[in-house]
């Protein structure tokens, strides 16, 4: 019995630290900041390419709990211009106002999630990333949000120039 409990044991160690390993080979981590000698939780800041409008990259910084069953909700967003954006990828993109979700990520093994949704404000030629988790903490759905203004982009321009004739 004791013999079956300590094979046990040793192979559920095991598959906890190839978790632990697997997760921190994340290949578009870009930053890693622990938060304390005697704590498992890091801040962890990611690189996301937005794949229907390559010049965005975007900036996710987040709490990863190593051994925990969820990691918390808070987390940030920052994206810039870090290349040519254009009026032929602006057609490419869900403009409804929910927009799309490009980018998702599994939080916790009860159904939370941190998604990242790319939203296009056409009036002010703007396109809003909005991140937040999908289940409520202390009352309240964490999000951040980040907006990538158009101006002095070629899809600013061509669609000014559409829009005049």
Same mark, same amino acid.
């Given at each position: 019995?004791?013999?079956?409990?300590?094979?046990?044991? &040793?192979?559920?160690?095991?598959?906890?630290?190839?978790?632990?390993?697997? +997760?921190?080979?994340?290949?578009?981590? !870009?930053?890693?900041?622990?938060l304390?000698?005697?704590?498992?939780?890091?801040?962890?800041?990611?690189?996301?390419?937005?794949?229907?409008?390559?010049?965005v990259?975007?900036?996710?910084?987040?709490?990863?709990?190593?051994? &925990?069953?969820?990691?918390?909700?808070?987390?940030?967003?920052?994206?810039?211009?870090?290349?040519?954006?254009?009026?032929?990828?602006?057609?490419?993109?869900?403009?409804?106002?929910?927009g799309? !979700? !490009?980018? $998702?990520?599994?939080?916790?093994?009860?159904?939370?999630?941190?998604k990242?949704r790319?939203?296009?404000?056409?009036?002010?030629?703007?396109?809003?990333?909005l991140? =937040?988790?999908?289940k409520?903490?202390?009352?309240? =759905? $964490?999000?951040?949000?980040?907006t990538?203004?158009?101006?002095?982009? +070629?899809? =600013?321009?061509?669609? +000014?120039?559409?829009?005049?004739?």
């Amino acid at each position: 019995m004791f013999k079956k409990i300590k094979i046990y044991g &040793s192979i559920l160690i095991l598959l906890v630290i190839a978790l632990l390993i697997f +997760k921190s080979f994340s290949k578009n981590e !870009v930053g890693d900041i622990s938060l304390g000698l005697f704590t498992l939780k890091d801040i962890k800041v990611s690189s996301l390419d937005d794949d229907k409008i390559s010049g965005v990259t975007c900036h996710i910084a987040s709490i990863e709990a190593n051994l &925990s069953l969820s990691d918390p909700s808070d987390s940030s967003i920052s994206c810039r211009q870090t290349g040519d954006i254009t009026a032929d990828m602006l057609a490419t993109i869900d403009k409804s106002k929910s927009g799309e !979700v !490009v980018f $998702k990520q599994s939080k916790s093994i009860f159904f939370k999630t941190m998604k990242v949704r790319r939203i296009y404000d056409a009036d002010n030629q703007t396109l809003l990333y909005l991140s =937040y988790t999908t289940k409520e903490t202390n009352g309240s =759905y $964490k999000h951040s949000l980040s907006t990538v203004p158009l101006w002095g982009t +070629k899809a =600013y321009t061509e669609s +000014k120039i559409i829009l005049k004739n």
